[in-house]
Structure formats: C-alpha cells, structure tokens
C-alpha cells in the first residue's frame, strides 16, 4: 500500500479533523511504523460511538500499517469517579466486559484484534517509572488557564467548585501520548482542547520525548466524528455539538451495542429528525455510520408508503441521500424506517454475541459492576 492509499483511508469518514495532515504525510513517507493510541474512560455499557465509530477509524489505521493501541484508563476512571470511584469494579470492567467488546467491535469491522495493544492505565503508570515525573515537571511548565481550558474532556465546564483531580486529568492525558511513544493520538472531537496541548507542548516533554527516526516530532492529532444525542435539537458549534453526542448515562440518546432490534428500532423512531434539516440530523448521521461508511454493493433504499405513492428511492453515496433530503423528496419517516433497517442488519453480529455468545456473560458482569442508578438497561 503506498502512501496516496494510506492517506486515503486515515483521512476518510468518520474522520473530521487531522493536526496536521502535512505532518501525517511526511511521517508516513518516513517509512517508519507509526504508533497510534485512543483511550476510554470505562464508565458503562459502550455504545455505536465507542464501538463503530471510534473502532472503524482504528480499523482504518491497522489496514494503513499502523500500530494501534487502546489504553484502558482505569486510573483516570477513577479519578473522575466512574462506576463510582471503586477501582476494583472499573479493572475487572476493563479486563472483562469493556477490552472483550472492543475486540470483538474490531473483529466485527474487519480488523485484527489480536494485534491491537490493550494497555491498562494502571500498568503503564508502573512501568513506566518517569511517568508521574513527567506529569509533575508538565505542571511546573503550564499555567492553570491551560489545564482549565482542556476540562471538557471530561464532560464538565469548569467552575470555583472544580476538583483540584480534574486539573490533573488533561496533564496525565498529554503525558500517556508521550509515556505510549504515540505519533497518532486518535479521540473525538470533544478531546481536541486537550490534544492541543499535547501538541503545544511536546518541546516540554524532556522525559519522554516523541521520536521518529533520529528526530523529536509533535503527535498528530486525529479527531473523529462525534455522533448526536439521538434527542438532539439543532447545535450551532463544534463545542455544543460535542456536549450534545450520545452518552452512556442517558440511554435514549444512545443505541448500545447490547441494544435488541426492538430496541434499535424504537430509539431510531423517536429520534429528532426534522424535515428537509441535514446539519445535526441525528438520523441521517446513523444513516452515514451504517450506510456509507465505505463504498456500497447495492444501493441504499427507502421505500414509500402506497398512500404517498409507493415506490422506490435508491441512493449509492450520502451525499445523494443528504441532499434529497434537505430537498424535501425523503419523508422523516421513511428514512427513519429505512436507518432502522440498516442498523439493525449492521448490529446483528453484536446482538448474537450478547445474546448466545460470551458476551452474554460480560454483559451481566457489567450489569453487576455498575451503580444502580445508572445501568442505563430497560
């Protein structure tokens, strides 16, 4: 695969954003292997946005010759109180349910999941004897405005009642790109405040330097898309819209991997989805993620009801289907019943496994390990 090729498919949907593109093309030219990692807060059951959208772009990088890596961030779960701060409950969660779900998300996608690194956070912290070091001489080189303005990656804007912890979180998330040796650090669009910074200070990281080749370089940052919450109503910026994707702790925003076809399709059917609106249209995202990921076999088909005259419409690309639908010639309605169709098809595999596979386990385990209040099942 020459460099056209891996540019191609580094770059194609769901990414949204590369810092830099230029840099990325040089690094490839290297010839070099490239690293990559993306991490997870193990915080719940893992929904299409973790397990398609963010695992089909690491799919993208391993088919590139990339070496990808997902570090599971227990420590950082913890410090941002998930499944309740209990940090028994979050490693067995990372080791059982949450890593044995990405890797068969992978599996799924067409990738290898035997050769993805799973890291935990934990173990890295411990072999890595200059991490905490190199945490604590980043802090004594960035001023807490930096530190502040990166606090949304943890879903929280910042205020007097901030935790001194949650100043830490964005520190400790640049350093594990350097601790990691990562050319290309991959996270959604709602983490780019924080990668910035990885970025803005490599020439500060004097403990662990990014190398490739003989030469210290920057990490490139590649930033997927985000999908809406699926009760969404309209966003005007990229910061709204990554405060309004689908979240684990409401569970009809979200469609999880675990979810039944009953369920898929009657989270679709009440999705916000206004007519002939394209521009944060939860439904017509699912559409893109399900649909026209890559290039399709056969076309994607709505189907009209005989009292608006039946028929047939036939779409082979998005843009297509966008641009019909903001012309008014699709009904919600039918492209919601067409989405459902196809996310149910694409979901099957997942629905099998936790159903009569050993996902089945995994999913109780999860079901024990998480607080009550928030399982999320119904």
Sequence with gaps: MDVEEKLSLIMRFPTEEVLTGDELRQYLETGHQLRHYIGFEISGFVHIGTGIISMSKLVDLQRAGVKVSILLADVHSWLNDKLGGNMDAIQRA????????????????????????????????????????????????????DAKHSLTIMGRKYGESARLAWLIYPLMQVVDVYSLGTHIAQGGMDQRKAYVLARDVWDKIRLMPLRLGDKNVKPIILLHHLIPALNIKGTESREELSEAKMSKSKPDTALFLHDSP????????????????????????LARVFSFRG????????????????????????????????????????????VAEEAVKAM??????????????????????????????H
């Design 262 to 285: 009953e369920e898929v399709r009657r989270k679709i059917s009440n999705a916000y989805c206004p007519a002939k609106v394209i521009d944060g249209n939860p439904v017509l995202d």
């Design 295 to 338: 290039t399709r076999q056969s076309p994607f088909i709505i189907e009209k009801p005989p009292q608006f005259g039946g028929g047939k419409l036939e779409f082979w690309t998005f843009e297509e289907l966008a641009k019909s639908y903001e012309a008014g010639a699709v009904h919600p309605m039918d492209l919601k019943k067409a």
């Design 94 to 145: 990372a080791m059982g349910y949450f890593g044995e779900t990405l890797k068969k998300s992978i599996e799924v996608l067409g990738g290898d999941p035997g050769a993805v690194d799973f890291i935990l956070a934990s173990n890295m912290f411990r072999e890595n004897e200059n991490y905490w070091y190199q945490v604590l001489d980043l802090a004594r080189q960035v001023t807490v405005s």
């Design 348 to 377: 099957e595999p997942f629905h099998k496994w936790f159903t009569t596979g050993p996902g089945a386990s995994l999913l109780e385990q999860m079901r024990q390990l998480m607080p009550r209040s928030s399982t999320g099942d």
